[in-house]
């Protein structure tokens, strides 16, 4: 007997696996041709303003399941906002310091 036999499972049309490498180059295509992206600016041009300036990555660590929920989480909160009649801009940070690479290589010619 199979378990999903035995419990009341929702019936969708939602596909088992998203797909999407296939999927979302489509996506992106019809969204552009729509300019999407365009007329939600547009439309937000004299609204309040929420802007949420994200800190850099790090350049010495590897990407990891807190930094994907770290993004994630920016990235909900920004929507929530634009949903909710704001003009909501996501400003990405960058490392412009350098400090950790600078480190890195400091190691590298002591050892040397």
Known sequence: MEYKNTIFLPKTNFEMRANLPSK???ILEEWNKKN???KLRE????REKFILHDGPPYANGHIHMG????KILKDIVTKFHQMNNKDSIYVPGWDCHGLPIEWKIEEEYKKR
């Open 43 to 46: 439309r937000s041009k004299n």
């Open 24 to 26: 979302e180059p489509k």
């Open 36 to 38: 999407i992206f365009k």
């Open 67 to 70: 930094t994907a929920l770290n």
